[in-house]
T-cell receptor
Framework: EPEVTQTPSHQVTQMGQEVILRCVPI?????FYWYRQILGQKVEFLVS????????KSEIFDDQFSVERPDGSNFTLKIRSTKLEDSAMYFC????????????FGPGTRLTVL | DQQVKQNSPSLSVQEGRISILNCDYT??????FLWYKKYPAEGPTFLIS?????DKNEDGRFTVFLNKSAKHLSLHIVPSQPGDSAVYFC???????????FGKGTRLSVIA
């Protein structure tokens, strides 16, 4: 199955700056997820997004984070004021077309906060 | 609070032999399990999954076994190939568009 694409592949930012990470899915997909992986650690769930609304979010997904689907296609994760500990790989995922229990991940965005 | 555990951080196997990667879980509400393969700086690639109503699922060289009473699953790769060298993640969820909970991964090295 085709996955999703993500941009940028690598983002470097200064602490305190806002970043926007983008996910470009199949146009008729409704259910998406954001995960992150801090270097050397496990992949962690951030938020799920269904039909243009947040469906579920983890403890990590605090007020600094937000998700949107501003134009009906691109799906964005915004971090308002980045911290050093936000440095990680951020992955967008979508559910399978035939099996909603399966999730297919994009290539990720590496975020480096200096 | 590790709901999904992969207790072996690494595994080394000779080419052509069987690789067995193990995973344990603690949450009895999990009813769907997945294995992903991951290379550095890339996204996890879906390999194979299994529902809790089954105890085995096979796809080519990959077979996943589920032991619900032991809350244990394993991924068998036969025969192992050098291209299989990667980090393998076990993940679990409750069915129906719910978030995946991942283990910490096992790094598999297949030696030619």
């Amino acid at each position: 199955e085709p996955e999703v694409t993500q941009t940028p592949s690598h983002q470097v930012t200064q602490m305190g700056q806002e970043v926007i990470l983008r996910c470009v899915p199949i146009s008729n997909h409704l259910y998406f997820y954001w995960y992150r992986q801090i270097l050397g650690q496990k992949v962690e769930f951030l938020v799920s997004f269904y039909n243009n609304e947040i469906s579920e979010k983890s403890e990590i997904f605090d007020d600094q984070f937000s998700v949107e689907r501003p134009d009906g296609s691109n799906f964005t994760l915004k971090i308002r004021s980045t911290k050093l500990e936000d440095s990680a790989m951020y992955f967008c995922a979508r559910t399978g077309l035939a099996n909603y229990n399966e999730q297919f991940f994009g290539p990720g965005t590496r975020l480096t906060v200096l | 609070d590790q709901q999904v555990k992969q207790n072996s951080p690494s595994l080394s196997v000779q080419e052509g032999r069987i690789s067995i990667l193990n995973c344990d879980y603690t949450n009895s509400m999990f009813d769907y399990f997945l294995w992903y393969k991951k290379y550095p700086a890339e996204g996890p690639t879906f390999l194979i999954s299994i529902s809790s109503i089954k105890d085995k699922n096979e796809d080519g060289r990959f077979t996943v076994f589920l032991n619900k009473s032991a809350k244990h699953l394993s991924l068998h790769i036969v025969p192992s190939q050098p291209g299989d060298s990667a980090v393998y993640f076990c993940a679990a969820s409750t069915s129906g568009n719910t978030p995946l909970v991942f283990g910490k991964g096992t790094r598999l090295s297949v030696i030619a």
